[in-house]
């Protein structure tokens, strides 16, 4: 974390993107501690000096990189809290979503994540209705993932689960919905319940193979304690998915590592942390 702070100025996506990475496997070690909120603002606070040099509109001549820092850099402000980006992306997102805006593909994906971070739920039903009425593959999945996936509320993200499985979802998008959804601090552990309850469907729907071993791990391996671990394996034990098994194995020495990390961590991460309250 002192390591991270110390690149505050940096002004490059490649830099940004492995920070960005970084950012993310400490966030899920923290995400149940009571200090994460002070972790949030830990994250505000690192891409400030970022964030004055980011605008959303794209620029002339721009490069591709910056398109992709932009979208980096104001997806982690809106996730992580920052109040300014998100009534901004909340601006664009209803003149989009009502006719009287357009908005560039490559800025949708952060819109609709920082939406989501305002949690409301006549943004989550906009955003059902936009991928009924989309033709676009890739739209889709921009507002299952990046949009319904986003949503900082158990209740929404409950339905965004059992839309992932829904008529109005491709199979193969399905996955990847689900996988965001767990990926999500709240999500976590509705994603492992609802997987749970849909076993049998999801192994007559997929069969042995690559979807079905992936979504195994997704939904398995973001959890924190020795406890969970020897959950996870017992479970898939008892209700064995075939070809998951490597799967099954790799997300539960996910969990040990990442057990055995905020146990090794958790005080000196709390004590550096503490500044930010």
Same mark, same amino acid.
């Given at each position: 974390l002192k390591l991270l702070q110390a690149y505050k100025n940096e002004d490059t996506y490649i830099v940004w993107n492995n920070i960005n990475l970084a950012v993310n496997n400490v966030n899920t070690i923290l995400v149940d501690q009571d200090y994460y909120s002070?972790?949030?603002?830990?994250?505000?606070?690192?891409?400030?000096?970022?964030?004055?040099?980011?605008?959303?509109?794209?620029?002339?001549?721009?490069?591709?990189l910056e398109t992709l820092l932009r979208s980096l850099v104001l997806s982690k402000l809106g996730k992580y809290g920052d109040e300014e980006v998100r009534e901004e992306a909340k601006r664009k997102f209803?003149?989009?979503?009502?006719?009287?805006?357009?908005?560039?593909?490559?800025?949708? @994906?952060?819109?609709?994540?920082?939406? +989501?971070?305002?949690?409301?739920?006549?943004?989550?039903?906009?955003?059902?209705r936009m991928h009924r009425e989309s033709d676009l593959d890739e739209e889709k999945e921009r507002l299952t993932m990046h949009g319904m996936g986003s949503f900082p509320s158990i209740e929404l993200l409950k339905k965004a689960l059992d839309y992932s499985?829904?008529?109005?979802v491709r199979a193969q998008d399905s996955v990847h919905m689900i996988a965001y959804i767990a990926n999500n601090s709240l999500g976590r552990d509705i994603a492992w319940e609802f997987f749970r309850e849909h076993q049998a469907f999801f192994k007559d729907r997929y069969g042995p193979g690559f979807l079905l071993s992936s979504l195994v791990k997704c939904v398995s391996e973001r959890?924190?304690?020795?406890?969970?671990?020897?959950?996870?394996?017992?479970?898939?034990?008892?209700?064995?998915?075939?070809? @998951?098994?490597?799967?099954?194995?790799? +997300?539960?020495?996910?969990?040990?590592?990442?057990a055995a990390w905020l146990t090794r961590d958790n005080t000196a991460i709390q004590s550096y942390l503490s500044q930010f309250e």
């Open positions: 002070n972790f949030k603002r830990f994250i505000l606070d690192l891409f400030s000096v970022i964030k004055s040099k980011i605008k959303w509109e794209e620029m002339e001549g721009e490069g591709h209803d003149k989009f979503a009502d006719g009287t805006g357009t908005l560039k593909a490559n800025i949708r @994906s952060t819109v609709y994540t920082c939406t +989501a971070a305002r949690g409301e739920a006549k943004d989550f039903d906009t955003m059902i499985i829904s008529d109005d959890f924190l304690s020795e406890d969970k671990a020897d959950m996870v394996e017992k479970y898939f034990a008892e209700h064995p998915m075939p070809g @998951s098994e490597r799967n099954v194995r790799q +997300a539960v020495e996910t969990v040990r590592l990442n």
